[in-house]
């Protein structure tokens, strides 16, 4: 694939990368379509990263249906399909680069709730990215915090790839999709769209209540559903993830969200307010 990659880039042709570990839906699919559009050639990889689970029953369990998803992959146009052994993308004997340093970026919500999640999907996305050298990194924003943190590496790295948002593709109730969403019980399916709906509600509060009240009260409202756990609700000021304490002179803020629904951990979050 790397020789196939150097030809394309000899041609002068530009190359759009979507990283995800598969179970594809309609959110990484928008991805594909997105760099399609915008790239000569588009790569997606899939790759189950074990180094970013720190539940090894959720790596156990996580769905896995690469017939399904290359069908898929076809139908939205993507050039090429990545899916490497894990043997192939951390070969016995690779050195890898010191981990970098993302201060406070992993530190909180998924980074207090999922410790080394964060350096595993780091040290993969530079491993993938350093494979691949594609001109554009495609990345949804239902990930945000992730989205955050290779944000500030490709910073640090001084990179010239171009970091892409691709907006939250939702259900028709809302809920944020997720290959995760297949493991849900009927009744933890027919929760879930109230995760959207505390996040909507934040943002018509915004500018009007104490960020911290808006907090409190979609915490409270969430927590009134009987089956659902939410683990944190914070609003954030997007680029350093610090707590935002008032409106005052914030431009750019988003709230996030994590939710226990029965054994199911489920993500999403909303921007308040866009720069
Ligand atoms: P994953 O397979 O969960 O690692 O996701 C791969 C990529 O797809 C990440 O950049 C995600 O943020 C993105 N993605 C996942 N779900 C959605 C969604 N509902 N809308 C937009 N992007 C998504």
Request: a negative charge; charged letters at 25%; aromatic letters at 6%.
């Amino acid at each position: 694939m790397q020789k196939h990659l150097d030809r394309l880039r000899q041609n002068g042709k530009t190359i759009g990368f979507a990283p995800t570990m598969g179970a594809l839906h309609e959110g990484h699919l928008s991805l594909i379509r997105q760099a399609t559009g915008e790239t000569d050639c588009t790569v997606c990889s899939i790759f189950v990263n074990p180094a970013q689970f720190n539940d090894p029953d959720d790596l156990k369990k996580y769905p896995r249906t690469p017939g399904k998803d290359i069908g898929l992959l076809n139908n939205a146009a993507c050039d090429l399909l990545f899916m490497p052994p894990v043997e192939e993308v951390y070969p016995p004997g690779l050195e890898l680069p010191p981990p970098l340093d993302f201060g406070f970026l992993d530190q909180p919500m998924e980074g207090a709730h999922r410790p080394g999640h964060f350096a595993g999907m780091a040290k993969v996305v530079r491993r993938l990215l350093d494979i691949v050298q594609p001109d554009r990194l495609y990345l949804g924003q239902k990930d945000f915090q992730q989205y955050a943190i290779v944000q500030d590496m490709l910073r640090q790295l001084q990179s010239s790839i171009r970091l892409v948002r691709c907006p939250i593709v939702r259900e028709a109730d809302g809920l944020a999709m997720s290959s995760r969403n297949v493991r849900l019980t009927g009744e933890g399916r027919a929760l879930a769209p109230s995760i959207f709906k505390a996040l909507r509600q934040a943002k018509e509060k915004t500018g009007k209540l104490p960020p911290r009240q808006i907090e409190q009260e979609a915490l409270e409202q969430l927590t009134l559903q009987p089956g659902m756990v939410p683990e944190y609700f914070e609003i954030v000021e997007g680029d350093s993830l610090q707590p935002v304490e008032s409106w005052e002179g914030v431009s750019y803020a988003v709230a996030c969200v994590a939710v226990k629904v029965g054994e199911i951990r489920l993500i999403d979050n909303h921007i308040l307010i866009e720069r």
